[in-house]
């Protein structure tokens, strides 16, 4: 079984190559489900660890609907990605009917080129899986990554093992609350690869700071955080 880690630092990655993982999926910030790294993040993981490494390619938290600029971003993430020598490539797009965007999506597995593809947890949100997943195989995608449209794959573990038993090239990849506990689990139904990110909270400063740099209102699955012409207008209107 292919054990892969959700990593989002350096350390993390090489504390997952240390511990045996077979390959790193690589992403920033793991509490929106994660982002693209950065260029400094790409060059020192490539340049330190040793086992394949998969990029997560998503350049905003929120919804899985693009715009065509937003496209352009992933694709140019993609190609330095491919510049670079990474193994994989982590993305995906939908419509705002939850139905899987294939235009865009093929535009990225096109990019990725000779790059393994795995189609991320967006799939989770889409309403016609079985559809999808065809869809997905007629692109020649690699893996599927999923917690079986649940909170978690061992919630969702029966319908990933309906998906498994539909496939005909694409690897379903159980992910999300995979743990030591559950993992004979996804093993005893079959599974090859399974997803996590096996974190804990570390304490890195020795008190909390007076304010908080968090903002709970820009968390969301449904809005994304805009600059709004007039806000900015009626500002340097005052100033200049």
Known sequence: ????????????????ERAGADRIELCSELAVG??????GLLKVVKEQVTIPVYVLIRPRSGDFTYTIDELNIMLSDIELCVELGFDGIVSGALLN???LDVVQTQKLKTAAGNLKFTFHRAFDWIKNPSEALEQLEAMQVDYILSSGQ??????GIDFLSELKSKTKSIQIMPGSGVNAN?????KDKGFSVVHLSGTAMIRVSPSKPLITMNSE????????????LENIKSVVSKVK
């Open 1 to 16: 079984m292919i054990v892969e880690v959700c990593a989002n630092s350096l350390e993390s990655a090489l504390v997952a």
């Open 97 to 99: 009917d939850f139905s």
């Open 182 to 186: 559950n993992i004979e689990s996804f």
């Open 150 to 155: 649940q909170k978690s794959a061992p919630l």
């Open 217 to 228: 209102r820009f968390l969301s699955d449904d809005h994304i955080a805009v600059t709004q």
């Open 34 to 39: 994660g982002l693209t790294p950065s260029y």
